[in-house]
Structures are given as C-alpha cells and as structure tokens.
C-alpha cells in the first residue's frame, strides 16, 4: 500500500516562505520522480517542479524558477518543495505525486495541502 502525505501549507504574506513536505511509504523511491502539482480555484492543475529521486534531475515550472526549490530526503522517504518570495498567484491547493520513470502518467496522489498566499 503507497501513501503519500503532504503538509506544511498555509498561510503566507507576500514574499514570504513556505516549506512542503512529501512522506511516502510502502515503495522504494528510486525508480520514481517526484513531482509537486498545484490547483488554484477555476483553474486547471498545473505541474509546478519535477524530481527524479535517483538522478536528480528537475524540472521547474517557469512561474516558479529562482522562488521554489524541490530536494528529498533519502532516508525519512521524503520530499520537500522550498517555496520563497510567494506571490498571491501561487496559492492553491498543492499536491505531490509519483511516476514510474519513463512514464508519463502520475500514478499516486497525496490529498493536498492548501498554500494561501495574502497580506
């Protein structure tokens, strides 16, 4: 059984910080990427940053180059998307999910967790 349980949203002012974190259990991360998706309300989900665990390669979503950052943590099975100088456009609800390398469907989901960017 694959969990994935993100936390650490919330409320932040403009230019502020928050750091999200992605606990999976129930599989060995090296043959996935990671990945951290956002909805915002009326809006389509988009892909914000992309990690492959093993390689370490990543993608950025440009709206979020030089402001969010996504690194992990081999030994506690987690990921972590560093988010600074937030705008009010990157609030949603934020997501991680997981993809079998080479493959271009995510295949398992966290339940989301609300980032609300405002003064």
């Known amino acids: 059984q694959v969990q994935v349980v993100e936390s650490g949203g919330g409320l932040a002012q403009p230019g502020g910080s928050l750091r999200l974190s992605c606990s999976v259990s129930?599989?060995?991360?090296?043959?996935?990427?990671m990945g951290w998706f956002r909805q915002a309300p009326g809006k389509e989900r988009e892909l914000v940053t992309a990690?492959?665990?093993?390689?370490?390669?990543?993608h950025y979503a440009d709206s979020v180059k030089g402001r969010f950052t996504i690194s992990r943590d081999n030994a506690r099975n987690t990921g972590y998307l560093q988010m600074n100088s937030l705008k009010p456009e990157d609030s949603g609800v934020y997501y991680c999910?997981?993809?079998?390398?080479?493959?271009?469907?995510?295949?398992?989901w966290g339940q989301g967790t609300q980032v609300t960017v405002s003064s």
């Open positions: 999910a997981l993809k079998w390398r080479g493959s271009q469907d995510y295949i398992y």
């Open positions: 129930g599989r060995d991360l090296t043959m996935y990427v």
């Open positions: 990690f492959t665990w093993s390689a370490g390669g990543t």
